[in-house]
């Protein structure tokens, strides 16, 4: 298992680079997108954790789905990365943290409306 501290700190890196190039929102967008498939798709999951499978054919498999959905090269290269060094198991919880921190740079606060009735 992934620390905390190492998913926290893949995604300050990541949003380090997204608000310095103003595009922290998008990269947050489309690394969700990535997440989204990678949960919905047991096999490529499993595929991309398996460190049975050559780094090279697991990195070639996000630069492939990467290219279909249409993902900037700064996330395709930080998806690079996590494959590389074995943290893409982690990549829900990052995106949840990168999310947070990513509101808390701009200011923003998270809240959920509880009411008496169905709205």
């Given at each position: ?8 700190r ?17 990269y947050?967008?489309?690394?969700s ?19 049975a499978?050559?780094p ?19 996330i ?20 949840q943290?990168?999310r ?20």
């Open positions: 298992m992934i620390s905390s501290q190492t998913v926290r893949y995604a300050k890196a990541l949003l380090k680079i997204g608000l310095e190039e103003g595009k922290a929102e998008q947050g967008e489309e690394l997108l990535f997440n989204n498939f990678f949960q919905a798709e047991e096999k490529l999951r499993l595929a991309l954790i398996n460190p499978i050559h090279k054919q697991r990195t070639s498999i996000v630069e492939e789905i990467a290219k279909r959905l249409g993902l900037s090269e700064v395709v290269n930080f998806l690079r990365i996590l494959v590389e060094k074995n943290r893409v198991k982690a990549l829900p919880r990052l995106l943290v990168y947070d921190l990513l509101d808390e740079a701009l200011g923003r606060a998270r809240a959920v409306l509880y009411t008496p009735f169905d709205l």
